[in-house]
């Protein structure tokens, strides 16, 4: 028996953030965020939201492969669906400060991808 999905769910956050971290070889021809010194970034990000006092509504997973490697390091925030392709610590910082604490984007850290 199939059932209807609800209208709308009970949300646990607020909003919720998903890194790559996907390791592969260094020279693989998909590339990975994580060759791409991605680690760093997200370690910065998780630390942003536990000192801000945000951690119980911004949710914050190290995911896999996220399916677009080459573009990598990347970041998707939901329930937005938005995409940031962060280089350095002060993107982390504008992403948080704009994204997560303002509602704002940091547009030109926003990547558009297709399949």
Not at 11 to 28: D, E, G, N, V
Request: aromatic share 8%; proline share 8%.
């Amino acid at each position: 028996m199939s059932m209807k999905l609800p209208e709308e769910l009970p949300q646990l956050f607020k909003r919720h953030i998903f890194a790559c971290a996907t390791q592969r070889p260094p020279m693989h021809p998909r590339g990975s965020c994580g060759s791409n010194s991605a680690q760093p970034l997200w370690e910065r990000m998780g630390k942003k939201i536990e000192e801000s006092g945000l951690s119980a509504e911004v949710g914050f997973t190290i995911a896999g492969c996220m399916g677009f490697c080459s573009a990598g390091p990347l970041m998707v925030i939901y329930p937005e669906g938005v995409w940031y392709r962060p280089q350095n610590e002060d993107d982390i910082d504008r992403i948080f400060e704009s994204h997560v604490r303002k509602d704002q984007l940091a547009q030109d850290l926003v990547v558009v991808l297709s399949r």
